[in-house]
């Protein structure tokens, strides 16, 4: 049984930073793709950004328009463990952060940020941003 587990969500200023960790547990995870998703209060669950690597690959990125250039999506594979660095963090990055996880190796934005590609979910963690 496949379990995602997130942690280091919190409270920061405008501009600050934070690193949300994503822990695989049940499975190792040859080729994956891993992403993360965001939820706000009343609004749909948005994609934020996603990783990808097979066995021929060390990985490929994507990233949500609105967070290029300031947060940073990564793996350690002897952790088990996908990261997303957020920086220069704005009020509307308020949000629950989800990480999702599929067997499934796509290289493919369209694939990557779409909902159904993922079979397996974390149960979130919280990010407040203060202006």
């Known amino acids: 049984q496949v379990q995602l587990v997130e942690s280091g969500g919190g409270l920061v200023q405008a501009g600050g930073s934070l690193r949300l960790s994503c822990a695989a547990t049940?499975?190792?995870?040859?080729?994956?793709?891993m992403g993360w998703f965001r939820q706000a209060p009343g609004e749909d669950r948005e994609f934020v950004a996603a990783?990808?690597?097979?066995?021929?690959?060390?990985?490929?990125?994507y990233y949500a328009d609105s967070v290029k250039g300031r947060f940073i999506v990564s793996r350690d594979n002897a952790k088990r463990t996908v990261y997303l660095q957020m920086n220069s963090l704005k009020p509307e990055d308020t949000a629950a952060y989800y990480c999702a996880a599929t067997e499934r190796a796509y290289y493919s934005a369209t694939n990557t940020r779409t909902l159904g590609t993922y079979d397996y979910w974390g149960q979130g963690t919280q990010v407040t941003v203060s202006s």
């Open positions: 049940g499975h190792t995870f040859n080729s994956a793709t």
């Open positions: 990783i990808t690597w097979s066995a021929w690959s060390s990985g490929s990125t």
